[in-house]
């Protein structure tokens, strides 16, 4: 199975400054055939299901806010919000879907300094 | 509006059985490949199972492989979960998720959008 590993586990940051969240895999989630990185990112709030944010590794979905990218291959991938906001608080997960069983990071946890 | 509505989680003792259903509107339900994917309270989330758009195919997670049954009725817009021989760490929210692709007959594994989820608790 491909382990995806998250840091760090929980991170605070103030108001419109900048949030990292990193994801690591086990090994590469880049098909050579297309040239696309197999790896999405989700917000999860408290009390709700998760939110597809990014997918491709760096293809933001619709209606989410141009703060939020994503970038990396192979096996290192990062989350980046450019400038946080209140109601980014939530934890933040990585998914990789190049083979299954498809499998997600631990989660990181985003507050509020 | 998409919607996936998650039932049938309650709580069962160990060794027990129970079927989980997801009603699905809002978009043409056999278009789509199917997942269940779960989340142990206050923990991270799984990958569970995921059933094609004909029900043709389906893949399994090795935790619940040979335990667990997913099926659709695409006549009804809904998914399935049948689950047996459950065990105290199948505790978890069950969340049905629809894959993104459309109409292919493939699927791409990652998951948009999410049910609210349904409860199960194994517990004596």
């Known amino acids: 199975d491909i382990v995806m590993t998250q840091s760090p586990d929980s991170l605070a940051v103030s108001l419109g400054e900048r949030a990292t969240i990193n994801c690591k895999s086990s090994?590469?989630?880049?098909?050579?055939?297309?040239?696309?990185?197999?790896l999405a990112w989700y917000q999860q709030k408290p009390g709700q299901p998760p939110k597809l944010l990014i997918s491709?590794?760096?293809t933001r979905e619709s209606g989410v806010p141009a703060r939020f990218s994503g970038s990396g291959s192979g096996t290192d991938f990062t989350l980046t919000i450019s400038s946080l906001q209140a109601e980014d608080v939530a934890v933040y997960s990585c998914?990789?879907?190049?083979?299954?069983?498809?499998?997600f990071g631990q989660g990181t946890k985003l507050e509020i300094k | 509006e998409v919607q996936l509505v998650e039932s049938g989680g309650v709580i069962v003792h160990p060794g027990g059985s129970l079927r989980l259903s997801c009603a699905a509107s809002?978009?043409?339900?056999?278009?789509?490949?199917m997942h269940w994917v779960r989340q142990p309270p206050g923990k991270g989330l799984e990958w569970v199972s995921l059933?094609?758009?004909?029900?043709?195919?389906?893949y399994y997670s090795d935790s619940v492989r040979g335990r667990f049954t997913v099926s659709r009725d695409n006549s009804k817009n809904s998914l399935f979960l049948q689950m047996n021989s459950l065990r105290a760490e199948d505790t978890a929210l069950y969340y049905c998720?629809?894959?993104?692709?459309?109409?292919?007959?493939?699927?791409?594994?990652?998951?948009?959008?999410w049910g609210q989820g349904t409860l199960v608790t194994v517990s004596s």
């Open positions: 998720a629809r894959d993104p692709l459309r109409g292919t007959g493939s699927w791409t594994g990652y998951f948009d959008p």
């Open positions: 809002g978009f043409t339900f056999d278009d789509y490949a």
């Open positions: 059933i094609s758009w004909d029900g043709g195919t389906t």
């Open positions: 090994q590469s989630v880049l098909y050579s055939s297309n040239n696309k990185n197999y």
């Open positions: 491709w590794a760096s």
């Open positions: 998914q990789q879907y190049y083979t299954t069983p498809y499998t």
